[in-house]
């Protein structure tokens, strides 16, 4: 008979095996067949727990594990099926359209107008400019006003 | 048999089941509708209200009732704190989603839509209330089963598809690692109750215990966006109808962080796992909210930005998860800050919606120039949720912000308070895109950019824009009145 | 005893990752489904056993055989060729192997009453009083699930339409530059 | 009363409220006013009943109101303190605001920010009630800077216009200058409480009770602290109170509409800074020295802001130099409190001249508002003169306003500043600062001398002389409506009446003044007659006093014509270096930017390799992701 060690180690190894298997296979059929051995290996943690521990527990969350596993069997196949029709390739790696793009080049960012985008906040000059443009008194304000 | 035991049992999550049976009896009705011909898209807007309704009567009549529920922890479900904050924060999202999404269901399918909404928001509200661990993997599951559906019909050409693919099989992955974790929770504690689990965990701290912490943390850290789990979100935002990226960037980050709360966040778990576990999870925290902000920082596209947003933000409320791990007071900064998070953030996205004729187009921050010049309403209050997201005073984000802060500071924890000065260094990089988007809405658009011009001419969504005013006016109102949030 | 099943599991899993032919892949997931099978049984749940067999071995893997085979072509894709980074992936999943087996190791788990025989009519006793509404949950979790592939799956007119429309806009974008394209 | 205290802030906020819709609805816009009068209103009638009806004394009222923030072991309760002081404070914010908006329902009339204006003008009430009634210090400071967002969004009101942009971001800045030593001060405050209390909880060790109780200790304990903290709350209080060398704002402030001068610019909240050192006078009595330092600002700014004015040609100018030096008045009143026994007095004496300063300086601002709108928004005082027949409503009332400021007895700015003069005089002989109280009240005559001159100079350019209109009058210039001038009036008889009551009676005293004082020192008869020949004489200077031309008048007359080059200093010391390390980071935010652009285009580059990653390949996420996993779990190795 096997220990429950022994029994958890298999599971792990199985588990990794699904993880390398969905991480190396492109065929988005084979990936979610590897999640499926991942949740598999879930499955038999738990019953192996389960009957060490002498609880009905385990097992029923096994079949939990069937459940949803069949649940997402079914929409993941549906994807498939459906991304399928459109490329007409299993190839995951085809479906990347959407990334990061590329940050535009220096050209076409208009590296001229970045010259003019600081524009700090200055202070008022009080009445009369300061470099004496204007050295009429009050009135050459109230003249700018009205303009 | 159903003994009333058995059917008392069920109490605490009486508002899922309401959601539950309005989706079937949306589905039913559905089902009876004379077929018309398929040429002509039918208007979904029916659905659309039937599904809003049936949230707003189901929260409003559970708030109303006041029944105060026994706490038992032996059923399957629980009647505390957090199950009722959960249950409000699910119905509050829910709501705003489907305000938002009135106008914007995709055509022929308006039903399966609007009621696999209302069984997302009950998975939520299961995921909160949930005592034991089938209940809340399977709650996990209720919420992303139908987000991905979700995902699928609101946008069917390559992107939506992509995006839905993408979301899905990476969701599959981050799945079976959380089980890893919660079988090897299982094992070590001999139970599934997840009180015994948090309490065997504390008692007894192996290295066992920890990895299966590190799976459980990792599948869930899949659903809030923290990095290195994050990759899919800009893709998938940027795939997705833009109401759906409201909805991504909220539900499934509150199923994480409650479900985060309900596993760990058990006071139990502060005396045994709490060095390493909180080292982890600062350490989380730190890498999300920086590479989220920086990664923010470079973005033209207002999509993917919007999710390195959301990014950050789940790396400040790991930060909310730390420290409500070590005060063991309760994770009552957690929630305020959900609670900002969720309607500030939903509160834009209504927003963009409202302006955008399509939601599926591609959106660069110029696109939102001029807003306020041609809806000063809608500028406003786009501006408000801006900065609540900042986390200015005067809105409700900054409570959140405070609260978390404070929570960081107090327990003189010295890894606590470098993650709040990273927090706070953090922000003031946040800061700096959204006021970008802020000087966006709040500037004239250039003359030359007629396609710009003509897009946002006038509210397209009404809905949309009430849903973002109403969002606006609530981050005030909370800032006001921090005590309802 | 453990190495037979570890052998077996390596010789199997090695298949799956590295079979050229999809199918042979799915099958050597049989096989590996038999194997867990098998340790089902040794863990005392003959039940769960069956059921996986009939679920997984029966119902699953022809589904996926069957749309395997509506998707195959003649002759051997280049995606079913190639590995994405085999040996970075080798490096991390062994990794984990080693993290998980360590951790293992670790723990000692109290031994309790072996459960001696699990009957089905405990589990099914379990299943419908203690936790129902796990069950229920999960069954709501199927009709989601249902609903979610039958939407997903099917093709609506706008689809078509659109897609006609993207058939012609690429038609066009290939001829122009030389006119007789096609 | 309790209950009645918080109607006076919940007013006004529900008139802002009412007039934030108005701004963003269609109809309803020409009566936006109304939401307005009913809020001050009430908070007036609120304001006079509680202080008609008061017993006095300066035991301080605190009522709770609203529990701000709740959770967890964080409360931030917010609860209303009312003093006499702060009751004095609160009746003139209130009634001079409700009389403002009732003057502005006339003058704004058909802008298109109508509704805009009386929104923003009862935030500014409600936050300048708040800023007064609170009980804790940061909220003070909260509402503190709610005041200044107000300003600033008045003074920009005419936004289009760059030089209103240019001067609300101005006071802006000048004011967040002082704020934040305003804030440093209080956080250091804060420390210091709890080093020497432990029992409070951290928000509760700003409430006024919990640092006037521990004010003993903390003196004992920490004098340097708390001289510290004294004078950071004096900086933060001459920044919103425009003194010297922060008052540069103040002039420019007049950008905004004319009532906005009259009401805040002038009557109310630069007199914060002054309720400020008055609240805090418990504790600056500990720190001697930075009273002093009030009074030396005091005495320049009054000297300075008195000298300006004499050379502005622009008549709302004049007047905003004149509420400069007035202020300054107030300052060194402040420093008369040097010595402890006498603070309560100077606080006496400054709250005194500020009630009557708020009177007549908003009924000098708003008459020559109507001036203004009569002379179809011409305000330079060369253009136009002799309006005594075309305005003659105004012309009275200006003239009224005019003889108080200028301190003509029997009107309310003589006995104010007789006031502020007498406790000077009679600490001439204090063998200790003496000769600095001597010093004080000279430069406080001359001050006086000044305003006389300046004043009786105004209204002669203005009102007296042959008649003369700008062209921008157009043919015959009105007299105000009567929903403006019935305001006035009211200012008007409060500027000739209130001096002399409170004077007489020391009515004020009863609020301010713990009861079992000694008599208040009073000015000598010597004082009295010394001001009013002052009077006589700036009224003769202001007859011969010339009118300068630019060109060849002495450089002293060019530097005060210039503001004594106050800003081209504030410019070439602050603004300029400010820019070019603004230009710095500028340049080097360009090379960094240029870098992260580099960056991008280098594969290489380690910043490159996030954005690699996102590949948009599903395998390579959920290869980064078991990466992840591996890394967290391998975490429980080390």
Redesign the interface.
């Given at each position: 008979?096997?220990q429950?060690?022994?029994?958890?180690?298999?599971?792990?190894?199985?588990?990794?095996?699904g993880?390398?298997?969905f991480?190396?296979?492109?065929?988005m059929?084979?990936m979610?067949?590897?999640v499926?051995?991942m949740l598999?290996?879930v499955?038999?943690n738990f019953?192996?727990?389960?009957?060490?521990?002498?609880?009905?527990?385990?097992?029923?969350f096994?079949?939990?594990i069937?459940?949803?596993?069949?649940?997402?069997?079914?929409?993941g196949?549906?994807?498939?099926?459906?991304m399928?029709?459109?490329k007409s390739?299993?190839?995951?790696?085809?479906w990347d359209s959407l990334h990061e793009v590329e940050p535009p080049k220096l050209a076409e960012s208009g590296e001229v107008e970045d010259d003019n985008i600081h524009d700090y906040p200055t202070l008022a000059p009080a009445g009369l400019a300061p470099n004496a443009q204007s050295t009429v008194k009050g009135g050459s304000r109230a003249a700018n006003e009205k303009a | 048999m159903l003994t009333r035991e058995?059917l008392n049992?069920?109490l605490p999550v009486a508002p899922a089941l309401g959601l539950?049976i309005s989706g079937c009896a949306i589905?039913i009705a559905w089902m009876f509708q004379p077929q018309q011909d398929?040429?002509q898209?039918r208007s979904s807007n029916g659905w659309a209200w039937a599904g809003l309704a049936a949230l707003i009567v189901v929260w409003g009549s559970w708030s109303f009732s006041g029944s105060t529920l026994v706490d038992n922890e032996a059923t399957?479900?629980r009647s505390d704190v957090l199950s009722r904050s959960g249950t409000h924060l699910a119905m509050l999202a829910g709501c705003l989603v489907a305000a938002i999404t009135i106008n914007r269901s995709p055509?022929?399918?308006g039903a399966?839509f609007h009621?696999?909404l209302l069984?997302l928001v009950s998975g939520l509200c299961?995921v909160s209330a949930a005592t034991?661990l089938?209940?809340l993997y399977?709650?996990l599951?209720?919420v992303s089963?139908?987000t991905?559906?979700l995902l699928?019909?609101s946008r069917?050409?390559d992107s939506g598809m992509e995006s839905?693919l993408k979301y899905f099989a990476l969701s599959a992955f981050s799945s079976a690692i959380f089980l890893m974790g919660c079988s090897?929770l299982f094992?070590?504690a001999?139970s599934t109750k997840l009180s015994e689990i948090a309490a065997s965990i504390s008692a007894n701290p192996?290295?066992?215990a920890?990895?299966a912490f590190a799976l459980v943390l990792a599948g869930l850290a899949f659903r809030v966006t923290a990095v290195p789990f994050h990759f899919y979100a800009p893709d998938v935002f940027s795939g997705c109808s833009l109401p759906l990226g409201g909805l991504l960037s909220t539900l499934p980050k509150i199923a994480g962080f409650v479900a985060m709360l309900r596993l760990l966040g058990g006071p139990a778990l502060q005396s045994g796992l709490a060095p390493v576990a909180l080292n982890t999870i600062v350490v989380l925290a730190l890498i999300t909210m920086t590479v989220g902000n920086f990664a923010a920082l470079a973005q033209m596209n207002c999509r993917r930005l919007l999710a390195y947003s959301s990014v950050a933000h789940s790396g400040y409320l790991l930060m909310g998860l730390a420290a409500a791990l070590v005060q063991g007071t309760g994770a009552q900064s957690l929630i305020m800050y959900l609670s900002a998070y969720v309607v500030m953030t939903l509160g834009f996205f209504a927003g963009v919606t409202a302006i955008f004729e399509r939601t599926d187009e591609n959106l660069d921050l110029d696109d939102l120039q001029g807003v306020t010049q041609k809806n000063l309403l809608l500028g406003a209050s786009m501006t408000v949720c801006l900065l609540s997201l900042i986390g200015i005073p005067i809105t409700a984000g900054f409570w959140g912000k405070f609260m978390i802060l404070r929570d960081l500071i107090a327990p003189q924890n010295t890894l606590l308070l470098v993650g709040a000065i990273f927090m706070v260094v953090n922000s003031a990089i946040g800061a700096i895109y959204y006021l970008a988007m802020l000087i966006r809405v709040n500037t004239q658009k250039p003359t030359e950019g007629s396609q710009a011009e003509s897009r946002t001419t006038s509210i397209v969504d009404l809905p949309a824009f009430a849903t973002c005013v109403i969002c606006a006016a609530t981050t005030i109102l909370w800032f006001i009145v921090p005590k309802w949030m | 005893?453990?190495y037979l099943?570890?052998a077996l599991?390596?010789l199997f899993?090695i298949g799956?990752?590295t079979f050229k032919q999809?199918v042979y892949?799915?099958l050597s997931?049989t096989a590996?489904?038999l194997?867990?099978c098998v340790?089902?049984v040794?863990?005392?749940?003959p039940?769960?056993a069956a059921?996986?067999m009939v679920?997984?071995a029966g119902?699953?893997?022809i589904?996926?055989l069957f749309?395997?085979m509506?998707?195959q072509r003649s002759k051997l894709?280049?995606?079913?060729v190639?590995?994405?980074?085999?040996i970075?992936?080798?490096f991390?999943?062994?990794?984990?192997?080693g993290?998980?087996?360590?951790?293992?190791?670790?723990?000692n788990?109290?031994?309790?009453?072996?459960?001696a025989s699990?009957k089905v009519a405990?589990?099914g006793k379990?299943?419908y009083?203690?936790?129902?509404?796990?069950v229920e949950?999960?069954g709501?979790?199927?009709l989601?699930?249902?609903?979610?592939?039958?939407?997903?799956?099917q093709?609506?007119?706008?689809?078509s339409m659109?897609?006609f429309e993207e058939l012609v806009k690429t038609r066009a974008e290939g001829r122009a530059p030389n006119g007789s394209n096609s | 009363m309790s209950n009645l205290v918080w109607l006076i802030p919940v007013a006004p906020l529900l008139a802002m409220l009412v007039g934030v819709v108005l701004c963003f609805s269609s109809r309803g816009r020409e009566s936006a006013h109304l939401p307005t009068w009913v809020g001050l209103l009430v908070a007036a009638v609120v304001c006079l009943m509680t202080l008609l009806g008061s017993e006095g004394g300066t035991t301080a009222v605190v009522t709770p109101g609203y529990t701000w923030l709740s959770v967890g072991s964080v409360t931030i309760p917010i609860s209303a303190r009312l003093d006499g002081v702060g009751l004095v404070q609160l009746t003139v914010v209130t009634c001079i605001s409700f009389l403002v908006a009732v003057y502005a329902q006339g003058y704004m009339k058909g802008d298109p920010g109508y509704p805009r204006f009386f929104a923003v003008l009862s935030a500014f009430v409600f936050s300048m009630v708040m800023l007064v009634i609170s009980s804790n210090l940061l909220v003070l400071y909260a509402f503190w800077e709610g005041v200044g967002l107000c300003s600033y969004l008045l003074i920009g009101f005419w936004y289009q216009r760059p030089s209103a942009a240019n001067a609300a971001m101005k006071a802006f800045l000048v004011n967040r200058l002082a704020d934040t030593a305003f804030l440093a001060g209080i956080l250091l405050l804060w420390h210091g409480v709890g080093k020497v209390t432990t029992s409070t909880t951290a928000f509760a060790r700003l409430d006024f009770d919990t640092i006037f109780n521990v004010l003993p200790a903390l003196a004992s304990e920490y004098p340097n602290l708390l001289s510290w903290v004294g004078f950071l709350l004096l900086v933060g209080a001459i920044g919103k109170s425009a003194q010297f060398p922060f008052h540069v704002w103040l002039p420019d402030a007049m950008e905004g509409p004319t009532p906005v001068s009259a009401l805040i610019h002038a009557a109310t909240m630069v007199t914060a800074g002054v309720y400020l050192l008055a609240r805090m006078s418990p504790l600056l009595s500990y720190t001697p020295e930075v009273l002093q330092l009030a009074g030396w600002l005091g005495a320049i700014t009054a000297v300075i802001g008195g000298s300006v004015a004499l050379f502005q040609d622009d008549l709302k100018r004049v007047l905003a130099y004149s509420t400069v030096s007035q202020l300054g008045l107030l300052f060194i009143a402040f420093g008369a409190g040097m010595n402890p026994e006498m603070l309560p007095f100077a606080v006496v004496a400054a709250m005194f001249h500020l009630l009557t300063h708020a009177f007549f300086k908003a009924l000098l601002f708003l008459t020559a508002g109507n001036v203004m709108h009569a002379m179809g928004d011409v305000i330079d005082m060369r253009k136009f003169s002799g309006l005594k027949s075309v305005l003659p409503a105004t012309h009275i009332l200006f003239l009224i306003g005019a003889l108080a400021l200028a301190g003509v007895p029997p009107l309310a700015g003589f006995w104010s500043k007789e006031s502020i003069f007498g406790l000077l005089a009679a600490q001439i002989k204090d063998p200790q600062h003496g000769s600095l109280f001597l010093t004080w009240l000279c430069m406080g005559l001359f001050s006086s001398l000044l305003t006389a001159t300046y004043t009786f100079r105004a209204y002669m350019r203005t009102f007296q002389g042959e008649v003369k209109t700008p062209a921008e009058a157009g043919d015959h210039p009105h007299e105000a409506t009567p929903v403006m001038l019935a305001p006035l009036y009211m200012l008007a008889a409060g500027s000739v009446v209130s001096g002399l009551v409170i004077y007489l009676t020391g009515w004020l005293d009863k609020f301010t003044l713990p009861p079992e004082t000694v008599e208040a020192p009073h000015g000598s008869w010597l004082l009295f007659v010394v001001s009013m020949v002052i009077v006589v004489a700036g009224y003769g200077l202001a007859r011969v006093f010339p009118t300068f031309d630019e060109k060849k008048s002495p450089a002293f007359v060019k530097a005060l014509a210039n503001r004594l080059y106050l800003d081209e200093l504030f410019y070439y010391l602050l603004v300029a270096p400010t820019q070019s390390l603004a230009n710095l980071v500028g340049a080097i935010d360009k090379f960094v930017d240029s870098l992260i652009r580099g960056v991008a285009h280098v594969p290489t580059a380690a910043g490159f390799q996030l954005r690699r990653m996102q590949s948009g390949?599903v395998?390579?996420y959920a290869?980064t992701m078991?990466?992840g996993?591996?890394l967290l779990?391998?975490l429980?190795?080390l």
């Open positions: 008979m096997l429950l060690n022994e029994i958890l180690m298999l599971s792990s190894g199985m588990f990794v095996l993880l390398i298997g991480l190396t296979r492109k065929n059929i084979l979610f067949l590897a499926e051995l598999a290996a499955a038999i019953v192996a727990f389960g009957s060490r521990l002498g609880l009905q527990q385990g097992q029923l096994a079949v939990l069937l459940t949803v596993a069949s649940c997402e069997a079914a929409i196949l549906a994807l498939v099926v459906a399928y029709k459109r390739t299993l190839d995951i790696s085809q | 058995i049992s069920l539950i589905l398929d040429d898209p399957l479900f055509s022929g399918f399966e009621a696999c069984f299961f034991d089938t209940t399977l709650g599951e209720m089963i139908p991905i559906l699928a019909i069917r050409d839905t090897f094992g070590i001999g192996s290295i066992a920890y990895i | 005893m453990i099943f570890a599991l390596t899993g799956f990752i999809p892949s799915a997931f590996i489904v194997v867990a340790l089902f040794l863990s005392n749940s039940f769960l059921a996986t679920v997984y119902a699953t893997i589904v996926f749309v395997l509506f998707a894709q280049s995606y079913d190639n590995l994405n980074r085999p970075l992936t080798c991390v999943g062994g990794g984990l192997l993290l998980l087996i360590s951790g293992i190791r670790s723990m788990i109290a031994p309790t009453e072996e459960l699990s405990d589990l379990l299943m009083s203690d936790y129902l509404w796990t949950l999960a709501l979790l199927l989601v699930a249902t609903i979610a592939a039958i939407v997903i799956a093709e609506t007119k706008s689809d659109a897609k | 390949i395998s390579s290869l078991a990466v996993i591996v779990v391998a429980a190795f």
